[in-house]
């Protein structure tokens, strides 16, 4: 536990932050079209050792684009240090759609690296970072369609059939 988790705790003690915890997950669900649970240590799911015990958000972020709107299922979770560290936030692709290889706050592996989730602070929530992803989806769209994968056909004989038919 770091200086600003001890003085907060110290402040407000563990159980207010255990309601704020709980009331940024109950808002969560009821205003951003999240569902929560919990992962707990032995879930194989996510091989990064933090996420394996941890609230996971997953739902949709609404956007517009275009004039169009549009739904980007993500995946948010609670690292074990929230709301002292940012929420790690995965944008996961639905069937036939992949990562925006143009969206520059959206790794390959659809993990955000937006300016909210960066700036981050204690007084920071979930309703807030489902706003600014909406603002920053809208302006780069986070998924597109996969491309279908063509098939390069031949259009003259390999090598070994062009000697033979000398």
Known sequence: MDLSEQLVFGMYGRNAMI???IQDVRDATRYLKLQHFLCWKGDRTWNIPEHQQAIHLVGVIDFQ???ENYLCPVRIILVHNYPFSAPDVYVTPAQGMTI???NPVIAKDGKCYTNFLRS???RNNIIALGHSLTADFTQKVPVI???P????QQT???PQQ???QQ
């Not at 994968?149 to 390069?152: L, S």
């Open 19 to 21: 309601q704020r915890i």
């Open 65 to 67: 684009y275009a004039g």
């Open 100 to 102: 925006n290889p143009n």
């Open 120 to 122: 981050w602070s204690e």
């Open 145 to 147: 369609q996969e491309q």
């Open 149 to 152: 994968r063509v098939e390069i």
């Open 156 to 158: 003259r004989p390999p």
């Open 162 to 164: 062009q000697q033979q």
